[in-house]
């Protein structure tokens, strides 16, 4: 593929996002507490993760490692980000959650694999292909220190959050209850805004298009996702705090 193809598959794949965006403000995703009858055949929530989330770490690392020679040592550190978040997400988070005998629609499976080969593609391709050459000074520029602390911010709001509610899920017999603690004080859904940030994190610190287009395809996708969570949780809680946002503390 030329540079300039690359250019404009990624600018169609941002308009997509936009348009996915726009759907899911109207449709909720029908997975978690948001599965619902009508999306065809269902698959176990936990196959469903692994198969979903995998593809990330396959595809990106095929496409990094295909490299016009090496890749360059301050690509490595991008590898590794990328690499720890996806081992993380797609081999430990889904035998954390429990579970058991939940399902979700193969539809959504099928859709986050194409979105995760997609996405991997475009990322992997960007460090090894279609980007600059990331020579040492990049690790000396303050994008790179500023977007190093965002992603690590963010991955530690993710996974801290995710880690109450999974908690919560172990001592409330399978229920859902009212989370609590960290930054549950200020919105409903922390671990979404952790993995926004995070991902605008990358993309400051790679300063890359592809990237971005992954932080703006992550925004597209939780924001709505939080948006139904939060009206799920006033609607179910009567005593759910007022003063809670859905997922920007503050804002939104
Ligand atoms: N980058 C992206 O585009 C993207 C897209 C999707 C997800 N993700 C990430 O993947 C992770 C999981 O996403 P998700 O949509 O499954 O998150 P979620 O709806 O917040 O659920 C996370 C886990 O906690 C359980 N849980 C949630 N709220 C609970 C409560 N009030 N009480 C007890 N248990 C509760 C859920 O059980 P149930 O499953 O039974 O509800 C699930 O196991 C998050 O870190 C998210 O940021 C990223």
Known sequence: MTARSYQILLAAWIVFGLVIFI???????????HTRKGWGPKIPNRLGWIFMELPSLLVFT???????????????IFFI?????????????????????????????LFAVFFNMVNGYFNGS???????????EWLTAPRFISGTIIFIAGAWINISSDQKLLRLRRISDGEY?????GLFKYVSCPNF????????????????????????WTFFNLVPRALDHHRWYRKKFTDYPEERKAVIPGVL
């Open 23 to 33: 759907i899911l403000l109207f449709v909720s995703a029908p997975y978690g507490r």
């Open 81 to 109: 980000l990328w690499v720890a978040h996806y081992t993380h997400r797609s081999l430990l988070f889904p035998f954390m959650t429990k579970t058991r005998g939940k399902k979700m629609p193969l539809l959504i499976v």
């Open 193 to 216: 805004f952790g993995e926004i940030v995070q991902w605008t994190g990358f993309a400051v610190l790679t300063w890359s298009p592809a990237a971005l287009a992954f932080a703006l």
């Open 177 to 181: 209850r009212i989370p609590g603690g």
């Open 126 to 136: 960007y460090f090894s292909v279609f980007g600059p050459h990331y020579t040492t």
């Open 62 to 76: 095929w496409f990094f490692l295909s490299a016009r020679g090496k890749p360059e040592p301050v690509s490595w």
